[in-house]
Structure formats: structure tokens, C-alpha cells
């Protein structure tokens, strides 16, 4: 299911961006670039992890077991750029989505049968990184760029804060311009699409988490 | 003594003051006073203890001393706590003696027959502070100092951490499973806390380490300056039909590190989990039903016919907060 919603945006981004028929080209120096869009936040398994309980023999006695997996989420963002040179642009973002988690309680000593226990969390990301234009890959009138950086991400319940983090993240994408003007406030608008992988480090978990993302945004250079 | 003082006494398999209305985790010790119930607790920045100067066999007085030391140094390590303790010196003064000296000894009680040791305190009612406070090994047991155990002998070190549990004010925990023996009393099958009231048995010295219960308990009696800030807590109610449920053990479990801490529904139905790690929780509710009643708390008016239940959503603990109340329903045996 989360499968067929990302292949969806990227199916639609990639037809929206062949209708165009201006020549893409990076952003010249000094420019400004500001975009909105949405996405697909990929899921993670959190895995297993028993109840349990020590004994007299060393060997735990499992009160329960669960399993417990972060779910599919869509996601908005917005993202401001500047272009350095003509082919590399630094860039920030801001992020929202509403993950749900889902832990699985089985083989409990006491109560019966298994069960699935829910709730979603919010979830904001704000992440800075690195953009370069890879011209010579262009074609089809798409530009490739590939992406790399990294963020903090905040998690609230409720509006209460829960957990804190920070992430790397990497990928790529291509962009594809719709207009472009000589003058004028706005000088060129694009569609772009991104896929990226974003290693999650949460303060109190040990371990980091993968998530992969697809999102497709409307981007306006100033 | 011109302030109030009361002696009372708390044993591994029974004690009396347990007060789980006054405690956010964990049953602490409390009396009730004129202002209702009150928690005890130590309220000076280091806890001097002495060690009795007889031994018993298999066990001299300096490897007692040595084994407390190291049992009273594990709860001063937990960093979400503040407490502190300083070694006073051997002496001949016994246990339950009111002499201002909180002494750790052996003692034979022949009748406390399923007491492996059992912890007094000397209370001033009016502030809630504990001015002396007395344990005893019961020294009818075998007993040993041995690194890795002895399976013949109960573990000084073990019981002594979880006495130290008392000592600081805590009660006891139902994180544990046990099964009835034929012969009476009962068998752990499995235990979550240093401060389960029943012990894993002879040779076993698992109970050398604190739990995340344990942990949870200390620190919110002491806690550290950032420990309210950084952890959560969950509170809810238990009902069973429309009727609220009291006595009912609730459990609170990290599906991200395992950990499991515990508290108790109190006259009301409520209970309050504190000193909990940011994030969600899986939610447990059982009747007590591995230990006897009284381990815990004044039996009257505990309900213990209801099956073990999950809560249908997770829990989230927000950080240096409470979650909004929430009601788990259990269903009758």
C-alpha cells in the first residue's frame, strides 16, 4: 500500500514535469529558491522486543512479547534555497507528518490471544544540506541533482513534547522548469521531485532508524 | 524526642504502611497522619548506617560490611537520583533497638519463618522524615558472600539491596509471576524488580542490580534536578464494568528498550506512573494475584476478580509532563 502511493507521486511528478517544455537549467548564483510540497514518509521497523523477566535459572521468563513498526505517513514541506554557484545551492527545510505507531502484544503469560495498539504521533523535521546540479546528466528536459544533510527532528503528542533527535539524510531527484522570465520578481518556476533516505538518531533510543521519503514540491526562484 | 515518633516495621514478605495514594510510581512507604497520607523519606544529604559487629557463619562481620557497602552503592548510582549514604563504623548495637543508629545485622527470628529480612523505621509524623531506620537478616537462613552465589545459601548482597529499597522508603513492586507450591507459599517464575517481594532463591544474585522499576521508584522519592523535566508520567483510571478498581497493578512497558515499571490504582480507581522515559507505552493491567494482597497495600477493598488486559492504544509519556487521564476497562474473571 505505502508502495503504491509513492510510486504514484513520483508517477505524477514525472508527468507533470513532461508536459513542460522549457529547457531546465540550475539557478544562477545569488538566486533565491523557495518551494512547497508533499510527500510520503516511508515506515520502520522498530522490531521485537520481549517482557521479560529474570529468573533463579538465568534464562528470561517472557511476561509478553511485542512488535512495534513506525507506519507510512504523508508528509508537507517547505524549503528555502540559495544558490551559491551554478551548480551547488545550500538549502533548508521544515517538515511535518503524523506517523502512527503500531505495537503487536502477543503470547502473554495471562491474557489471551494478541492484539494491535495504536497511536500517531506529530512529528517535525527542520534539516539544512548541500544541493548539486549534476548538468551533465541532464536529459529529457530533467535536471538530477543529488542531496545530502542533516536535521533536528521533534516529536509531540498532544502538544506535549516527547522525544527529540537529530538525522542525516541523502538522495536526489530532478527538477524540471516550467517557465523561466529574463525580469521580474520571479524568475523561473519549477516541479521537483526528491527521494531521499533519512537515518533517524532519537535521543533515547539506541539504535537509528531508516526512513525513506518521496515528495514532489513546487519551487519559485527569486 | 519531643517530636512524634512511631516505629514500624516492614518485612519481605509483609509489612504495613504501604501507601500507593502518595507515591507517582511505586508503592512508598507512609503513615497516615492528620493531613491524611504522607510518604517517608530521608532528608539529609548523606545516610549514615552502621554495621553490626557479629557475623554468621560463612559470613564475618567485615564481609557483611563489605556486601552492604556495595548494596547501598548501587542505589547511590542511579544517576536520576539524588541520595547518598556514609558508612558510621561497627557496632554492638543490634536492629530495632531506638537508638538513633540505623544498624544492619544479623538476628535469629525463628518465627519469621519465610522472612528473610525485615526493615524498621523511626519516624518523625509531623514532617515525614525517617530519623532511624533498622534491618535485620534473618540469620535462621544460610547465608553467603560468594561472587557468583552459592546454591545453597541466600546472597547477602541481593537482599540487602532490596532492604536498602525499604530503608529509602520504598515498597514493594508486582512486577513478577509466581505459581503456588503444593506444599504452600509460592515459586517466582519470573521477577521485573529488586523490590519484588519474593525471592528468586538460594544462590540467585540477580537481585544485585537495580530494574527500571527500581530506578523509577528511587528516583522519583530522590529525585535528581533534571529527572521531573526529562521524564513523563501516565495517569489513568481502571474500571471494571462502570465501577472503578482499586488494587488493580498496572504496568507501564517500553516496546523501544523493554522496560517495565509499575504502580497501583488507588481507592479512587486512579493511578499515576511517573519517572518514565519519554515516549509510547504498551498498558498492563492485572489483578494481584502473585503475591499475597497485604505484600502491598491494606487488602480492604482490593479487587482482584478481573482478567489481565492491554490497554488498546499506546500511551505516550511526554517529556517533564502527564499525559491527560484515561480510563483502561478490564473484564470479570
Redesign the interface.
Known amino acids: 500500500m505505502n508502495l503504491r502511493r509513492i510510486i504514484c507521486i513520483v508517477a505524477f511528478a514525472t508527468i507533470a514535469t513532461a508536459r513542460a517544455e522549457a529547457q531546465t537549467a540550475s539557478p544562477p548564483p545569488g538566486r533565491l529558491q523557495v518551494s512547497v510540497g508533499a510527500g510520503w514518509l516511508g515506515g520502520a521497523e ?1 522490531g521485537e ?8 535459572s ?1 534464562n ?2 517472557r ?2 512479547t ?1 512488535d ?1 513498526h513506525l507506519g507510512g505517513a504523508g508528509f508537507f514541506e517547505a524549503r528555502v534555497g540559495f544558490a551559491l554557484a551554478r551548480r551547488v545551492a545550500i538549502e533548508g527545510r521544515a517538515a511535518i507528518a503524523k506517523p502512527e ?1 503500531q ?1 503487536t ?1 502477543s503470547s ?4 489471551s490471544g494478541s ?1 494491535t ?3 500517531g ?1 506529530d512529528q517535525y523535521v527542520f534539516d539544512g544540506g548541500i544541493l548539486i546540479h549534476l548538468d551533465e546528466l541532464q536529459a529529457l528536459g530533467l535536471m538530477p541533482f543529488a542531496i545530502g544533510g542533516l536535521g533536528y527532528v521533534r516529536q509531540l ?2 502538544q ?4 527529540t533527535g537529530h538525522l542525516f539524510y541523502g538522495g536526489g531527484g530532478v527538477m524540471r522548469e516550467l517557465f523561466s522570465r529574463p525580469q521580474g520578481f520571479i524568475r523561473s518556476g519549477s516541479i521537483r521531485a526528491d527521494l531521499r533516505l533519512n537515518v533517524l538518531s532519537l535521543e ?3 539504535d537509528s532508524r531508516s526512513q525513506g521519503s518521496v515528495s514532489a514540491s513546487l519551487v519559485l526562484t527569486f | 524526642m519531643s517530636r512524634g515518633r512511631i516505629r514500624a516495621w516492614c518485612a519481605i514478605a509483609v509489612f504495613v504502611l504501604a501507601l500507593p495514594g502518595t507515591a507517582d510510581a511505586y508503592i512508598h512507604l507512609g503513615f497516615e497522619g492528620s493531613g491524611g497520607a504522607k510518604a517517608i523519606k530521608w532528608n539529609v544529604p548523606r545516610v549514615r548506617w552502621y554495621a553490626n559487629n557479629g557475623g554468621v557463619p560463612g559470613v564475618s562481620a567485615s564481609q557483611f560490611q563489605s556486601e552492604l557497602a556495595q548494596a547501598f552503592m548501587t542505589w547511590e548510582s542511579v544517576p536520576t537520583a539524588s541520595i547518598a549514604f556514609e558508612f558510621g563504623g561497627f557496632t554492638s548495637a543490634a536492629p530495632f533497638e531506638d537508638d538513633d543508629l540505623s544498624v544492619f545485622g544479623f538476628q535469629s527470628e525463628p518465627d519469621m519463618d519465610r522472612v528473610l529480612g525485615a526493615t524498621s523505621f523511626i519516624v518523625d509524623v509531623f514532617a515525614g522524615t525517617i530519623i532511624e531506620s533498622d534491618v535485620f537478616f534473618n540469620s535462621i537462613f544460610p547465608w553467603s558472600v560468594a561472587a557468583a552465589g552459592d546454591p545453597l545459601r541466600f546472597d547477602v548482597r541481593s537482599v540487602a539491596t532490596h532492604e536498602i529499597g525499604h530503608f529509602l522508603g520504598l515498597g514493594h513492586s508486582a512486577i513478577g509471576e509466581t505459581e503456588l507450591r503444593p506444599e504452600g507459599g509460592r515459586r517466582v517464575l519470573g521477577s521485573g524488580a529488586v523490590m519484588f517481594p519474593i525471592s528468586l532463591g538460594r544462590g540467585v544474585i540477580t537481585d544485585r542490580d537495580l530494574q527500571p522499576d527500581d530506578i523509577a521508584g528511587v528516583s522519583d522519592l530522590y529525585p535528581d534536578g533534571a529527572f521531573r523535566d526529562e521524564t513523563g508520567m501516565i495517569s489513568g483510571r481502571v474500571r471494571l464494568n462502570t465501577a472503578g478498581v482499586k488494587g488493580a497493578h498496572v504496568v507501564a512497558f517500553n516496546p523501544q528498550t523493554g522496560a517495565l515499571v509499575g504502580n497501583f490504582t488507588v481507592a479512587d480507581s486512579s493511578f499515576r506512573i511517573a519517572g518514565l522515559s519519554p515516549g509510547p507505552y504498551v498498558i498492563r493491567v492485572e489483578p494481584i494475584d502473585d503475591a499475597d494482597v497485604d505484600s502491598f497495600m491494606d487488602p480492604q477493598g482490593v479487587n482482584v476478580n478481573f482478567q489481565a488486559t492491554f490497554h488498546p492504544r499506546l500511551i505516550v509519556a511526554p517529556r517533564g509532563g502527564s499525559t491527560a487521564t484515561f480510563d483502561v476497562t478490564v473484564r470479570s474473571k
Open positions: 522498530f522486543q520481549p517482557a521479560n523477566l529474570r529468573t533463579a538465568g528470561p521468563y511476561l509478553f511485542s512495534t505507531l505495537t502484544v502473554d503469560a495471562e491474557a492484539f495498539a495504536v497511536e504521533i503528542h498532544d506535549q513534547l516527547v522525544e533515547l533510543d539506541e
